[in-house]
């Protein structure tokens, strides 16, 4: 989300907000009053995210070692404000000790577990500008090692599209065009993102997709919507959908974008989709990505996706060996991990880039006691292997040689 929003500071940008904001008159949703909100929510509230926060950013500042003194005073201070939090709400707690005390000396038996109510204590006015320029710092400088733990709950733009898809789909007209919006603003940036990497620009951020060239034995899903994993791979199965397909869902008609990697992003809103979006009167269509938010119950809005889970289902059903790369599993697509939960046979690589998260995301998914696995390592990496098939690995995508298990 903080690069989609700087995306649209751009002329291109400006120009694709300006014609989405024409076709869809009385929006009232905007990315940075979205911001500013959640981080006025944070900076009230922190209790939600503050752990999270911290020991993700306890965990970067333990084992980067190629953090500058700026980023790494940036962590430092983070940790110590949340953990200066957490010490003041660990010390109100009333222990066993302390508790047995207050009944033999007044007889009187507590029934909170603190003795000071934290729903009515605010935060100073100090503490909370700390915070929001944290914040505010953070999503202008989204490639900081220490500040993408601070946003990346925060603004997740999957959570984002999901909460408005719900209404999307009850016909409420504030909340169609909010949708129309975000998902519409969304695929043009990962168009503009993809555009980058074919001119060559951003040539080195893509090494997974080489490794998968030429591997014909090997079946991809895809969770991302560029056509990379198409062009390595052109069996590719993309399960939430991809860029070069949307769907008039009102009508029941697919669509396709046939030039994609030259197309005009301000030209195809002010001209192709202003001429099929009709939102009013006798003939209404409603064109929509074809992204699939992450939801529990998953609507089918276009035929193509009953053909693309079916093969996706048969796959993993035939797999022996399933490797996961980049990918969260627990909170993501529950029609997936059923897929996968489904095959108890075939061995497990994940690949994530933190440990502890990508453990506790497996052993939530796979239901895999977290405490019950051996200690290893792969390719010079930290790893864990449970129940004698699966196996996490803690590394980036751009380290690891996927050659030993694509064969």
């Known amino acids: 989300m903080p690069k989609i929003t700087e995306w649209l500071e751009t002329d291109e940008g400006k120009s694709v907000d300006a014609a989405l904001r024409k076709l869809l008159k009385g929006l009232r949703f905007s990315y ?9 929510r944070l900076a009230h509230d922190l209790d939600r995210e503050r752990e999270t926060i911290c020991s993700r950013i306890t965990r970067e500042l333990e084992r980067n070692d190629h953090l500058d003194e700026g980023q790494r005073k940036m962590g430092q201070l ?114 503009h993102e993809e555009q980058a990497v074919a001119a060559g620009s951003q040539s080195d951020s893509v090494p997974v997709y080489g490794q998968l060239s030429g591997r014909e034995q090997v079946q991809v899903v895809t969770f991302n919507y560029t056509t990379l994993a198409a062009a390595a791979s052109p069996s590719s199965i993309y399960f939430n959908g991809d860029l070069t397909h949307y769907v008039d869902v009102e009508n029941k008609n697919d669509l396709q974008v046939d030039d994609l990697l030259s197309l005009d992003l301000p030209a195809f809103f002010a001209d192709r989709l202003a001429g099929e979006l009709s939102l009013e009167g006798d003939r209404l269509a409603v064109p929509i990505p074809s992204f699939m938010p992450p939801l529990k119950l998953k609507p089918v809005i276009t035929g193509r996706y009953v053909t693309t889970w079916y093969r996706t289902a048969e796959a993993i059903h035939r797999a022996s060996r399933i490797v996961i790369l980049g990918h969260t599993l627990h909170g993501g697509d529950a029609f997936f991990n059923d897929m996968l939960r489904a095959n108890r046979h075939a061995e497990i690589i994940v690949v994530g880039r933190d440990l502890a998260t990508a453990c506790s995301d497996v052993c939530l998914t796979l239901q895999l006691s977290p405490t019950r696995y051996t200690q290893i390592t792969v390719q010079g990496h930290p790893a864990r292997k449970y129940d004698n098939r699966v196996t996490v690995i803690a590394t980036d995508l751009h380290d690891i040689d996927l050659a030993d298990w694509l064969e």
């Open 32 to 40: 940075a009053k979205f911001v500013d909100n959640a981080i006025e």
């Open 78 to 191: 983070i940790v110590r404000l949340f953990h200066k939090i957490t010490e003041v709400k660990d010390g109100a707690a009333i222990d066993e000790e302390t508790e047995e005390l207050i009944r033999e000396v007044t007889g009187i038996d507590p029934t909170e577990e603190t003795i000071i109510d934290f729903s009515h204590v605010n935060y100073t006015k100090t503490f909370e500008d700390i915070v929001k320029y944290i914040l505010q710092t953070s999503l202008h400088d989204t490639e900081n090692p220490i500040l993408r733990h601070v946003y990346t709950n925060l603004l997740d733009i999957g959570q984002l599209l999901a909460q408005h898809f719900y209404g999307f789909f009850t016909n409420k007209p504030s909340e169609i065009k909010t949708y129309l919006y975000i998902a519409w603003t969304l695929w043009a940036y990962i168009v």
